[in-house]
């Protein structure tokens, strides 16, 4: 992103152009090819299309000679698909689930009739083009090519099964995840049964059942390929740092195993290296020397474990130059997008080990696939064999799949645990009466559909945006680094949009003005003041600082600084040091993955947005540790919680046993 433009004393920073609440005019008219023709023109005039997929599909057309508009417009619409994050287009769905692009991001989703192929017709031209590669059935992973770039005969650009269509990059890409994780899968690792008991007897003592996170350890101690799924506060962490602790105890008197421990965000990373060298600190849990090896635990960035520049597809580590380590463990992998994970798999030695740590249930990956999800769905399906903890068949990826579902973090029967659960359940009925009964931590304020959050609803948010505002503000007038950066966490808006009446832009504008008008602090001209709120939207590894790291602005010396929580102690980097800061008064959902606040308002998406789905409202409502309000109306509720997320990937039924 680029940086901040300047704003006035009674503005936030936003894009130069645009108005509170709309998408920029230079955006969307960046979408449009006044050049093409036929249904890619008329595809395209509706904003179903932008301009990236419309030059793609002319392009490969011209290539191969194919001129069918039909066709040209199945393969714009599956470069389409891939940018929102699918593998894999399917045809016949693809009038109920393509939305304009504008309408997308606001919000306010209204009929498109759209000139629509005959759905029968389609296909068969799509089957029939020389652009295409039909394939009766998507191979499961054996005799799969290697990753993009692999060596082969020259492929087709689509791969077509059904009425499915793969982009050959994103076909390559499935089979060669597929391919490496069934073989981790099925090299079981030998260890001494009784050995391994004795093991997990002393690191979680006095337990006369096992508890499920016991029973998640030995999963991942007999699989060569792990997941370690579960949602906030069911003690991920803290399996991971005992798991980590059994495997440096089985070594014996012999060499410690050589631990990755890495996140995709810098900021999760630093979560991870906080939680599993405090837990090494755990009164009579740990050994010494086990305690030792925990405490000397550092995580990374997936980018820089394996040494990816961004915007390059190439790596330090890959399959000619493999990681060191025996063990990498990854957390937040709901995050983590399937070209990622081909490049640390191509980068794992053969016989090291897995594990991928994170909530199943999240929104998935900003970039393409939805890799968790998908390793976790054969585990899950009537043939999978296991239950909620593991169980799957030995040697099958489903065997290393270990799901925690008891809760710590709330009270196990309290409101915000039991809506999460009913989210996650897809029981609408349940989630609306949790929300109307509130209780402890939990607030339901309706608003219409068409109605703004004004009123008794928008007092609400600006009560609780003003009192974090000026916890943080006061702290960093004062230079009590550490008290701004816990007030910062204390309270968040977490929006689906970023623009629109309940979007991102809007409610950061309003944050703003609240600031000046009740705090009474003075922005600069560019709209920055001490206590400012920020959020860093690009890494800067020089500087410290990564991808969705938040902080505070502060003065020193008579310059502006910006304090970065970090395990060790803030990180202060000059503001003029980074070029992608952003205020972060309010974030999207999908930013928040992988953080958590005290309390937060959750403004839901209107029923009709494509974005009302039940992953998005159960990110955002477990991102809170206290307190949850959530703003709209019944409907988008429902709709939310009844809509799954439509992405689309074949790596589920590639996996399945």
Known sequence: MSAPTTGT??????????????VPAAERAATRVR?????????????????????????????????DERVLLAVALAVRAVRHGSVVLHLEQAPATVVPEDEEDTGAVGAVEAPWPEPAGWLRAVRASALTTVHEEAPAAAGAQGAAGAPGPPPRPVHVVGDGLWLDRYWRLELAVADDLRRRAAQVPAHDEQRVREVLDRLW???DEPSDQRRAAEVCLRSGVAVLGGGPGTGKTTTVARLLAALHDLAGDGAPPRVALAAPTGKAAARLTEAVTAAASTPGVFSERQAAFLAAASASTLHRLLGLRPGSTRARYDAEHRLPHDVVVVDEASMVGLGVVAH????????????????????????????????VAP??????????????????????????RTTHRFSSGGPIAELARAVRAGDAGAVVDVLRAGGDGLEFVEVAEDEPVAGAALEAVRADVV?????????????????????????????????????????????????????????????????????VTTNDAAAGVFNGDTGVVLESGGDLVVAVGRGDGPLLVPLARLAAVEPVHAMTVHRSQGSQFGAVTVLAAPARSPLATREMLYTAVTRARHRVRVVGSVEAVTAAVQRPLARATGLAARLAP
């Open 467 to 535: 009192a974090r505002g000026r916890d943080v503000v006061r702290a960093a007038v004062g230079g009590d680094v550490p008290a701004a950066l816990l007030a910062l966490d204390a309270h968040r808006v977490l929006c689906a949009h970023r623009h629109g009446g309940r979007g991102v832009s809007r409610f950061s504008a309003l944050a703003h003005r609240w600031a000046v008008e009740e705090l009474g602090v003075r922005p600069r001209p560019d709209g920055r003041y001490v206590g400012l709120p920020v959020i």
């Open 379 to 404: 585990a899950l399906a009537p043939t999978g064999g296991g239950d909620e903890v593991g169980g799957g068949r030995p040697g099958t990826v489903a065997g290393g799949v270990a799901l925690l």
């Open 205 to 207: 003592p006095g337990e």
């Open 9 to 22: 004393p009674t503005t936030t920073p936003t894009t130069a152009g645009a108005a509170p609440g709309e």
């Open 344 to 375: 640390l798999l191509a980068a794992l030695r053969p016989q090291a080990r897995l594990v991928l740590v994170g909530d199943p249930d999240q929104l998935a990956s900003v970039e393409v696939g939805a890799v968790l999800a998908d390793l």
């Open 35 to 67: 050049s093409a023709g036929g249904l890619l023109r008329e595809f395209n005039a509706l904003g179903l299309l932008r301009a990236a997929d419309v030059h793609v599909a002319r392009r490969l057309g011209a290539v191969t000679g194919e001129d």
